[in-house]
């Protein structure tokens, strides 16, 4: 029994997105994920001919529409990526557990990784260039709220059949 236990939270964990519930979840094309991977920004699995993508690209791709969305070259938004997948491997599951409010703060140039408000008010205060913020957390939980959306659905489904019969 206990196995079993694990085994779920393990797949929960595990949990893995298709290129069209990213697309929903991003704000982004189907072509715009295909180009990423193409381009090698955001290369996720792939199974036969589709991409495949884990939690911690999902919110990369989130990250990266935000930026986009901003005006960052793909040059400026290569950087940043860089410097998440090195810290973000160490925070993510924190930042999927809400458990803090992460906020990245860019120019395109300097790079930072806050979670105290005190410090990234101190951040804007001293920036020389317009600095952008984006909540990382927010990014997240949009993932963590599209994960339970697909949950409820198939309840849904269910008792719409139940209801119907």
Do not use: N
């Amino acid at each position: 029994m206990f196995k079993t236990k694990r085994a779920r939270s393990e797949e929960a964990e595990q949990r893995t997105y298709t290129s069209s519930e990213v697309a929903q979840i991003a704000g982004v094309t189907l072509r715009q994920l295909q180009w990423w991977d193409e381009r090698k920004v955001v290369s996720p699995r792939h199974e036969g001919h589709k991409r495949v993508y884990r939690p911690e690209e999902v919110v990369e791709i989130t990250v990266i529409a935000e930026l986009r969305r901003k005006g960052f070259s793909l040059q400026k938004i290569r950087r940043v990526l860089k410097f998440l997948q090195r810290e973000m491997g160490r925070r993510l599951h924190d930042v999927l557990k809400a458990e803090s409010d992460l906020h990245l703060l860019t120019d395109g140039k300097t790079i930072y990784l806050e979670d105290s408000q005190s410090r990234i008010i101190d951040i804007l205060k001293s920036a020389r260039q317009p600095m952008f913020l984006v909540c990382v957390t927010d990014q997240a939980r949009r993932l963590e709220m599209s994960r339970k959306a697909a949950a409820r659905a198939p309840a849904a489904a269910r008792r719409r059949v139940r209801r119907a019969g």
